[in-house]
């Protein structure tokens, strides 16, 4: 195996997933305050509301994200072209747009298409990661962004969502059709992420790209923990005022 710590050669594929799975590790976004508030049958359907209103500007571009990254994608690279095409299809054009059924949950919620789709209801910490993945998508090595986008951010949901599924059925009383958003996703984004993985096990061949691979899955792990988190601060800690917000860092 490959020393950790030696730059001079590439790591092996095997030091190096484990190496992108600890980039992630303690910046989960599942143990955010919103998602254990979620998770804990904490919430009110208003708060998902505000959920719904933030998370579709953060996903919505999804596939515009991943646009940037194709064209940044060389010919030669068709396996990762062919994954990058497929998700944006599936995003956009496969049986349901997904953004349709997170607008079905936010209006199951109490909000409008209209709230969601409008920027000024995100927050300023919503709109810093839809920009973050926006400058990374077009300014980085398409390896590099991949490992952003997909490994860092998108092979989370399934974590994500899976502890969130069964409380917004069991005890916030959700109906399938209204939570179909979280259920396709569980299952579309644990292929996606494995997808992800393979790319860049695949294609991060320097000690270089490596290295700038983990820093971007670190920064995109910390940044949708951070863009979790400030939902719990700025819409739910003021009704709950139970002193279980998390302290500022």
Known sequence: MTSMLDRTQPLDRDDFRVALQDAIKGREAKNASFSKAWADGKLER???????????????????????????TPDTCTEAKDFLLQNMYEEELADIRHTDLLIRFGEACGTTRERIEDPNN??????????????????????????????GLESQVPSIYKKQI?????????????????????????????RGYQIVLEHANTPELQQRCLQ????????????????????VAPDLSTGDAEPLA
């Not at 998902?48 to 953060?58: K, V």
């Not at 973050?132 to 490992?147: L, P």
């Not at 995109?220 to 819409?235: F, I, K, P, V």
């Open 166 to 194: 069964v409380p917004l059925r069991e005890v916030y009383g959700f109906t399938e059709d209204e939570i179909e958003f979280f259920d396709l996703h569980i299952t579309s984004d644990e292929v996606h992420g494995e």
């Open 46 to 72: 208003h708060h998902f509301a505000r959920w719904a209103e933030n998370h579709y500007q953060y996903v919505g571009p999804f596939a515009d994200y991943l646009g940037y990254v194709y064209g940044n």
């Open 216 to 235: 971007f899955v670190r920064w995109g792990a910390e940044a949708r923990y951070a863009y979790t988190r400030s939902l719990y601060d700025e819409y």
């Open 122 to 151: 995100a927050n300023a910490v919503t709109r810093g990661l839809q920009a973050w993945c926006y400058a990374t998508a077009m300014r980085e090595h398409f390896v590099v962004a991949t490992a952003a986008l997909i490994v």
